[in-house]
């Protein structure tokens, strides 16, 4: 079976400063990895996603993640906070042979200015 | 440029009441998705299909039922809503539906059941 762990519901941050936004996974095969972000009264969108090939994806509005398989991680970051980065964010996972895609409980990000 | 469209956006029902949720989506999708959204506890799918005319059951269906009579539309019916089926629902739909494409999602319907 698969699952996700985000840890931390509620993470601030200045603006201008680092966001880092943690997610693990459990799979019994390689993933696929995902990253969605909420906007308050939206749907969820597709800000990244890891399927193979190079182990760190860039997403849209600056932000990245990172496949590393040894720590069953796929943490988003981005260098610098905007305040329109104010959201919830999802990390989700698939596995290759399960028509089922696995979301996370969410982190909402704060943005301080 | 509609993409997903649920409707109706806010519903506030009372216990035992009926309803049906509608969602609609214009790019010719073959899978449609349920979920529903709680606090602390993410997105759980709820019903999926596969197809037009298929319909099966995913995470957390008891309460829930769906139909897919049309390619592009997939319904969402409570029959006899209780208060645990206060949410946010948000349908979603994919293209062929293979687990590394990503999920088109709609605006969400906030439901409260009193």
């Known amino acids: 079976a698969q699952s996700v762990t985000q840890l931390g519901s509620h993470v601030s941050v200045s603006e201008g400063a680092l966001v880092l936004l943690r997610c693990n996974y459990s799979?019994?095969?390689?993933?696929?990895l995902f990253w969605y972000v909420q906007y308050p009264n939206q749907g969820l969108q597709l800000l990244l996603k890891y399927t193979t090939g190079a182990t760190l994806v860039k997403g849209i509005n600056g932000f990245e993640a990172e496949f590393k398989k040894s720590e069953t991680s796929f943490h988003l970051t981005k260098p610098s906070a905007h305040m329109s980065d104010a959201a919830e964010y999802f990390c989700?996972?698939?596995?290759?042979?399960?028509?089922?895609?696995?979301f996370g409980t969410g982190t909402k990000l704060q943005v301080i200015p | 440029n509609a993409g997903v469209t649920q409707t109706p956006k806010f519903r506030v029902l009372k216990t035992g009441q009926s309803m049906t949720l509608l969602c609609a989506q214009d790019m010719n999708h073959e899978y449609m998705y349920w979920y529903r959204q709680d606090p602390g506890m993410g997105l759980r799918l709820i019903h999926y299909s596969v197809g037009e005319g298929t319909t099966a059951k995913g995470e957390v269906p008891d309460g829930y039922n769906v139909s897919r009579l049309k390619k592009q539309n997939f319904l969402l019916g409570l029959e006899s809503a209780a208060p645990s089926q206060t949410s946010v629902y948000f349908c979603?739909?994919?293209?062929?539906?293979?687990?590394?494409?990503?999920?088109?999602f709609g605006s969400g319907t906030q439901l409260s059941v009193l």
């Open positions: 799979s019994s095969v390689p993933p696929y």
């Open positions: 979603a739909s994919s293209y062929t539906g293979h687990p590394n494409e990503k999920l088109f």
């Open positions: 989700a996972v698939s596995d290759p042979g399960y028509q089922k895609v696995t």
